[in-house]
């Protein structure tokens, strides 16, 4: 689901919102979590510098 999540963000020019999701107890993302190659903080910051914006 979030790989389509972050499709459909990448398809609209906005920075992928997947990096939101975080695991509740640690608060950081799963294993799973890839955004080619670009730090967790860094993808978080992206989002709300975007979204600010708006």
Not at 11 to 40: F, H, I, R
């Amino acid at each position: 689901m979030l790989d389509k999540l972050s499709d459909l963000c990448i398809d609209a020019g906005e920075p992928s919102l997947a990096a939101l999701v975080v695991n509740s107890t640690t608060g950081a993302p799963g294993k799973g979590y890839d955004d080619g190659g670009v730090a967790w903080h860094t993808a978080v910051q992206e989002i709300f510098r975007h979204w600010a914006k708006q």
